[in-house]
């Protein structure tokens, strides 16, 4: 158990609606990530948050949004939902600095209909 | 632009023998690299690291080389076992553990 938590495990929706994922950090991590990873790729960098502000950001599309509250957990926003967005969304949290490497959820698995 | 790359996307290897798993990178400025193990239905799992300063980081089993100059990194099994069928993910960084940059893994099956 890595002690990161991600809700909810599966989600099926629509094309055109909006959904949200949730995260937990490990207890004592500041910085949340979240990854996705489509059919036979590897895991992509969408987002990075360190205490609730935006850190980093990689190849997330404009419908997409995330944020991290102030208990430190973080949502990400996917709106205008398109079939290629079905994927595997992970989100990982780590202690920055010192090159601690980052322990991951167990995704939600998203399926666009 | 694919700047990690498992070129392998499958490997089997028999019970007690070693498994190397071998990753290419293309950014000269990568300077941290990881291992990540993938069973189905659960996320990545940290395995093994290693800096750009060495070429080599065991962990009891684990060992991972890094030859700078081919830009190459391997994961060595040692003995390999059952339990080690996952798929292996390598990835990298520039300055921090943050932003990885992940292959596309290698499913690794050990067999009896």
């Known amino acids: 158990d890595s002690g990161v938590t991600q809700t909810p495990k599966h989600l099926i929706t629509a094309t055109g609606q909006r959904v949200t994922l949730r995260c937990s950090p490990r207890s004592g991590d500041l910085s949340v990530y979240w990854y996705q990873q489509s059919l036979d790729q590897g895991l992509q960098f969408l987002i990075q948050?360190?205490?609730?502000?935006?850190?980093a950001k990689g190849n997330i599309l404009e419908r997409f949004s995330a944020q991290q509250f102030p208990d430190l957990h973080s949502e990400l926003n996917l709106s205008s939902l398109e079939l290629g967005d079905s994927a595997l969304y992970f989100c990982?949290?780590?202690?920055?600095?010192?090159?601690?490497?980052?322990?991951f959820g167990n995704g939600t698995r998203l399926t666009v209909t | 632009d694919q700047q990690v790359k498992q070129n392998s996307p499958s490997l089997s290897v028999q019970e007690g023998r070693i498994s190397i798993l071998n990753c290419d990178y293309t950014?000269?400025?990568?300077?941290?690299f990881l291992w990540y193990k993938k069973y189905p239905a659960e996320g990545p799992t940290f395995l093994i690291s290693?800096?750009?300063?060495?070429d080599k980081n065991e962990d009891g089993r684990f060992t991972v080389f890094l030859n700078k100059s081919a830009k190459h990194l391997s994961l060595h099994i040692v003995p390999s076992q059952p339990g080690d069928s996952a798929v292996y993910f390598c990835a990298a960084s520039a300055g921090t553990a943050s932003k990885l940059t992940f292959g596309t893994g290698t499913r690794l099956q050990v067999t009896l």
């Open positions: 948050y360190y205490n609730g502000e935006e850190r």
């Open positions: 990982a949290s780590s202690v920055v600095g010192n090159n601690s490497p980052l322990h």
């Open positions: 950014n000269s400025m990568f300077d941290y």
């Open positions: 290693i800096s750009s300063i060495k």
